[in-house]
């Protein structure tokens, strides 16, 4: 079912709702639109199909637990094609959730129960970087180099010796961070601030599984980084000539 709301002027930015509980959808929907955006709210995995055959949105917000296929498995069926932003919710808020939830590419997570304020916070926070993105895109050299990779900001592409390594939206942004500050520490808050506009908890650790899950993609040894270091009690820096000195 899509949302509008009268009151105000045509909002341009569309959010697909994936959860099973009605009550919330409605809720979020109701809550979404009245922000200004257009809100299609769907319960499963098949009604999600058939919304995006419609049309990709400008974000997901994914429920973890649904019946038949699990939030997961659509997740990562996602991003075998699409880098759309994916906020995913789960009602049991453990750990383990959270870090296989980004690990399949989720951009953020957010445990139930949660405020709708918060929610919408966060989904602003990954439609602005989009947007940021897309404007860095057009004004950014196009092709920066580091090591033998080649980050193609236009088509969003990493390429290594011309093949392409296959990132996941979120550690795309990690590494476009990376390549423009480089030689230089960025701590967790710094990153954070870059990647979602917004303050973050304290003890918020996606940075680092994001870390981790790049470095598997570009350093020879994950475990002696050369391009991503970390500093110690400050943070992360990027080496472009992949020293680890």
Known sequence: MRYTHPMKSAPTERVLVVDDDPALRELLADYLTANGLVV?????????????????PDAIVLDLMLPGEDGLSLARGLRTHSDVPILMLSARGEEIDRVIGLEVGADDYLAKPFGPRELLARLRALLRRNRTVAVENKSTSPHPRFGPFQLDLAAHRLLRDGVEVRLTSAEFDLLRVFVEHPNRV???????SQLKGYERDPFDRSV?????????????????????RTIRGEGYLFNPRGEQT
């Open 186 to 192: 960025l701590s967790r808050d710094t990153l954070v």
């Open 40 to 56: 299609e709210a769907v319960g499963d995995g098949a009604a999600m199909r058939r919304a995006l055959a419609g049309g990709m």
């Open 208 to 228: 680092d599984i994001r870390v981790t899950r790049l470095r598997r993609k570009i350093e020879v040894d994950p475990t002696a980084p050369a391009f991503v």
